[in-house]
């Protein structure tokens, strides 16, 4: 009996071990994720960047699967394949003589955090998609069709027909009237309105029109979103003392497809909000600046956030949340030092 007692006593502090271990473990794990969450959204010194409607080439963010990729090839031997029940190809200056305009659109990586870097606004010189694909569809029925985007580095992704067909979606060959640097897309690449970067392929070569309803991309066979839809945000770009003792904030915001409304900037952390100056053209897929004078009435440290709404007031998301899978949302914060 008594080594039966023993046994029994040792699988009981054992037990008694294990549930520690667990409680341990499982309070270990949502602290790491709470303090994961402070460092991801807490209130950061401001960057204090020049605030610009247009991005420089050089400036302009990139996010490559392979970011030492350089397409090996030259204009005038470049082709572009399209795919549909018409197939044809076109040439470089075949692709430049087609109906063109200049396009103001931003670019935002899907993993941007709440007033990061990764966006950026051009200007860029591009022909209408729809055509394009109308000349390959020929008599295809429309319903349940994907548009899929080859490009040369092997990355791929896929869209409805309809938002390929969007009249905000084009080819674009020039960006900020240079042709396209390398980094971005020569000879060239899609520009998709209202979704992330992450959907729309540089250095393209092949646009194919597939039956295939549920035809998933590069990133979307990783786990990100599908659809993709831009989350609107407001960016803090400075706060530069003036020599009247007043404060210049400015910043950028966006709001996808739709036109941006109103930006609102708070200066003791949300407790109250006032109206900014939009000082860009307000465009669709595009992003505006804004500016606002702010006078404080102590010394000391400030924490500073900015909001967005679109035409039709319908305001971002406040609620924080990481970019995986579908981008982040949230207020972006900054910490001004008076």
């Given at each position: 009996?008594?080594?039966?007692?023993?046994?029994?006593?040792?699988?009981?502090?054992?037990?008694?071990?294990?549930?520690?271990?667990?409680?341990?473990?499982?309070?270990?794990?949502?602290?790491?994720?709470?303090?994961?969450?402070?460092?991801?959204?807490?209130?950061?010194?401001?960057?204090?960047?020049?605030?610009?409607?247009?991005?420089?080439?050089?400036?302009?963010?990139?996010?490559?699967?392979?970011?030492?990729?350089?397409?090996?090839?030259?204009?005038?031997?470049?082709?572009?394949?399209?795919?549909?029940?018409?197939?044809?190809?076109?040439?470089?200056?075949?692709?430049?003589?087609?109906?063109?305009?200049?396009?103001?659109?931003?670019?935002?990586?899907?993993?941007?955090?709440?007033?990061?870097?990764?966006?950026?606004?051009?200007?860029?010189?591009?022909?209408?998609?729809?055509?394009?694909?109308?000349?390959?569809?020929?008599?295809?029925?429309r319903a349940n069709l994907r548009v899929v985007f080859h490009a040369l580095d092997g990355f791929y992704s896929s869209v409805p027909l309809e938002l390929a067909m969007n009249s905000l979606s084009w080819i674009a060959y020039h960006m900020n009237g240079e042709p396209l640097p390398v980094k971005h897309g020569l000879?060239?690449?899609?520009?998709?309105?209202?979704?992330?970067?992450?959907?729309?392929?540089?250095?393209?070569?092949?646009?194919?029109?597939?039956?295939?309803?549920?035809?998933?991309?590069?990133?979307?066979?990783?786990?990100?979103?599908?659809?993709?839809?831009?989350?609107?945000?407001?960016?803090?770009?400075?706060?530069?003392?003036?020599?009247?003792?007043?404060?210049?904030?400015?910043?950028?915001?966006?709001?996808?497809?739709?036109?941006?409304?109103?930006?609102?900037?708070?200066?003791?952390?949300?407790?109250?909000?006032?109206?900014?100056?939009?000082?860009?053209?307000?465009?669709?897929?595009?992003?505006?600046?804004?500016?606002?004078?702010?006078?404080?009435?102590?010394?000391?440290?400030?924490?500073?956030?900015?909001?967005?709404?679109?035409?039709?007031?319908?305001?971002?998301?406040?609620?924080?949340?990481?970019?995986?899978?579908?981008?982040?949302?949230?207020?972006?914060?900054?910490?001004?030092?008076?």
């Amino acid at each position: 009996m008594a080594l039966f007692d023993s046994i029994n006593q040792l699988n009981t502090e054992r037990r008694r071990t294990n549930r520690r271990r667990f409680l341990l473990g499982g309070i270990g794990a949502i602290l790491s994720y709470f303090g994961y969450r402070w460092y991801y959204f807490r209130a950061r010194a401001i960057a204090n960047r020049v605030t610009k409607f247009l991005t420089p080439n050089h400036e302009f963010y990139a996010v490559s699967i392979d970011e030492g990729f350089r397409p090996n090839v030259k204009q005038d031997e470049w082709r572009l394949e399209i795919v549909g029940q018409n197939s044809f190809t076109l040439s470089y200056d075949e692709l430049l003589k087609l109906p063109s305009a200049n396009v103001h659109k931003t670019f935002i990586c899907v993993g941007n955090e709440p007033g990061g870097p990764a966006m950026g606004n051009a200007v860029w010189t591009a022909t209408p998609l729809a055509p394009i694909l109308e000349k390959a569809l020929g008599a295809m029925p429309r319903a349940n069709l994907r548009v899929v985007f080859h490009a040369l580095d092997g990355f791929y992704s896929s869209v409805p027909l309809e938002l390929a067909m969007n009249s905000l979606s084009w080819i674009a060959y020039h960006m900020n009237g240079e042709p396209l640097p390398v980094k971005h897309g020569l000879p060239a690449r899609v520009l998709l309105p209202g979704i992330y970067g992450m959907k729309q392929p540089r250095w393209l070569n092949k646009i194919e029109i597939t039956k295939t309803p549920w035809f998933k991309g590069y990133w979307e066979t990783r786990g990100y979103c599908d659809e993709c839809k831009i989350k609107m945000t407001a960016r803090l770009d400075s706060a530069r003392q003036q020599k009247d003792s007043t404060w210049l904030v400015t910043g950028v915001a966006l709001c996808g497809t739709e036109t941006v409304g109103t930006v609102e900037v708070s200066f003791d952390n949300g407790e109250t909000w006032q109206a900014a100056t939009i000082t860009s053209e307000k465009l669709p897929d595009a992003w505006v600046t804004w500016q606002i004078n702010w006078k404080p009435e102590t010394k000391g440290e400030y924490v500073l956030s900015a909001r967005v709404a679109d035409t039709t007031g319908k305001r971002q998301i406040e609620r924080n949340s990481t970019s995986f899978p579908s981008g982040s949302t949230g207020l972006h914060r900054t910490t001004v030092t008076v």
